[in-house]
């Protein structure tokens, strides 16, 4: 599962967007939606959360977590961030991973969480319907960056 954060400004409008795969790279299925008008921050914490209300709600019962957020990753990690807000978060997130049997967290680069950004990009602008399956993943962007993914084709340049 992969889930990224979007914001416009720093406080800003805000979307989020968790993508999940199986082990070739096919599309499970995906959410994205509106964060309100939060930090960066805010809306990736939601966006695992999401993405992990997902996954169990589907009955995925092992999953990898990934993300391009150290400052997320790494406060779930330790149970701990330096911004007061975030802490409230970890109670909830953790409540989340008692559905699963088995999990880890990893962080990938920007250019590894292409698709979670696009989706929360789409998310802040409510373009996508919420959640999106295999059937109804029709967006040319999304496939594009699929099919990209799958055959590990590097992408250059700013996404």
Same mark, same amino acid.
């Given at each position: ?11 800003? !409008?805000? *979307? ?10 096919? %599309?499970?299925? !995906? ?9 960066? =921050?805010i809306a990736e914490i939601i966006a695992l959360e999401e993405g992990l209300k997902w996954t169990a709600v589907n009955d995925i019962k092992k999953v990898v977590i990934e993300g391009d957020s150290k400052v997320i990753l790494s406060g779930i990690i330790n149970h701990w961030f330096t911004n007061w807000q %975030?802490? !409230? ?5 953790? *409540?989340? $991973? ?19 950004? $696009? ?6 602008? *409510?373009? %996508? ?6 059937? =109804? ?8 960056? $699929? $099919? ?8 250059? *340049?700013?996404?």
């Open positions: 599962m992969n889930f990224d954060g979007a914001s416009k400004g720093n406080l800003g !409008a805000s *979307g989020f967007g968790a993508i999940v795969r199986d082990e070739e790279g096919n %599309l499970v299925g !995906a959410v994205c939606g509106q964060a309100g008008f939060v930090s960066n =921050n %975030l802490n !409230a978060w970890i109670p909830r997130i953790y *409540g989340h $991973l008692q559905n699963f049997t088995d999990y880890q967290f990893q962080h990938t680069y920007h250019k590894g969480n292409k698709v979670a950004n $696009l989706l929360a990009n789409h998310g802040i602008a *409510g373009t %996508l319907p919420a959640v999106i399956s295999p059937v =109804n993943a029709r967006n040319r962007d999304i496939q594009h960056r $699929l $099919l990209e993914d799958r055959a590990h084709i590097p992408r250059t *340049g700013i996404d």
